[in-house]
């Protein structure tokens, strides 16, 4: 029995829209649960306009929105993510940092000693690396940590002990990267290298783009996105070119 491309199509989008609807719910239970927009505005940061919108269940949060209101509420993430039992503000985090789902890179709860020994809890800061055209650099802020397997990021060519993740904004290195995909960046590899995706500093902005190195000497930074031409850094703008280091892996969040 054959099935239309066009009805298994839209089977696919049902089933999204309802994964979605679903998120939506567990997000304005969480709110309520953390004490209602005011409070959960205090506690966390994001606006209360957009938590008056998650509340009414008429936006979808990104990833980190998600995980600065499950670390307000106290809430595991995977409780919001997957909807596993119910939401009650409170609970540790370690379950988060040791058990959240969102790629097969991260670690699991359980297992032994042993097994949890070969991940590495690596910072989850809220920096954003503009995947467009500049993110004025800001502060610092570590919303928690994520754990990664040391041996994955070995063959990626990483160093685990000098690894971080931030997340990217913007379209302009779509569809490699989408925007609020999260990116685990090497910040030992902080050479030019050509044909590499980084993450660059280039007076007060912040970028991620791939490296193309030219026979002139000059550097180009390219977005995958065909509709942003290459940015070249001129002789006049080397010396404010900072490499903030290599993009190992990058995640697409829901």
Not at 58 to 85: H, K, Q, W, Y
Not at 177 to 194: F, K, M, S
Request: charged share 25%.
């Amino acid at each position: 029995m054959e099935v239309s491309k066009s009805k298994m199509e839209g089977s696919e989008e049902t089933t999204s829209d309802m994964e979605a609807a679903r998120l939506r719910e567990r997000i304005a239970a969480l709110i309520q649960a953390g004490g209602g927009v005011a409070v959960m505005h205090k506690k966390s940061g994001v606006p209360t306009g957009t938590l008056e919108k998650y509340a009414a269940c008429t936006s979808t949060p990104s990833f980190l929105n998600a995980v600065r209101l499950a670390a307000a509420a106290d809430v595991p993430l995977d409780r919001i993510a997957f909807g596993e039992g119910s939401i009650v503000a409170g609970e540790s985090l370690k379950r988060l940092r040791e058990r959240l789902d969102a790629g097969p890179w991260l670690s699991k709860s359980g297992g032994t000693s042993d097994a949890r020994s070969n991940f590495i809890h690596l910072p989850l800061f809220d920096i954003h690396a503009s995947a467009g055209l500049g993110m004025p650099v800001g502060p610092e802020v570590q919303l928690g940590a994520l754990a990664l397997d040391r041996a994955f990021l070995r063959a990626q060519g990483a160093n685990p002990d000098r690894c971080s993740v931030i997340a990217a904004s913007g379209d302009s290195m779509e569809p490699s990267i989408p925007n609020g995909a999260l990116l685990v960046v090497d910040h030992g590899q902080t050479e030019i290298r050509h044909g590499h995706i980084m993450v660059v500093n280039v007076g007060e902005d912040l970028l991620v783009k791939r490296i193309r190195r030219r026979l002139d000497g000059l550097v180009e930074l390219i977005s995958d996105n065909p509709a942003y031409p290459p940015e070249t850094i001129g002789r006049d703008m080397i010396d404010q070119l900072r490499i903030v280091g290599r993009v190992v892996y990058y995640c697409r969040t829901p």
